[in-house]
């Protein structure tokens, strides 16, 4: 396999595996406010999200 077909996947596997975690969270616990730079964790995950789009599918 190629170097960027590697790194595509590495990326893809790194940013799916905090959302699978989050993911096993209770509701309750991803919207609760709990007092950092994000509001909650859910919201956390926001920017990282956003930038995987852009790199995926380019600037809306």
């Not at 893809?12 to 909650?40: D, K």
Request: proline share 10%; no cysteine; charged share 15%.
């Amino acid at each position: 396999m190629n170097h960027p077909a590697q790194m595509f996947l590495y990326n893809a596997r790194a940013a799916q595996t905090p959302l699978n975690r989050i993911g096993e969270l209770p509701s309750s616990v991803r919207t609760r406010e709990v007092g950092t730079s994000f509001p909650t964790i859910a919201e956390a995950f926001s920017p990282m999200y956003a930038v995987e789009m852009t790199w995926y599918w380019g600037p809306a």
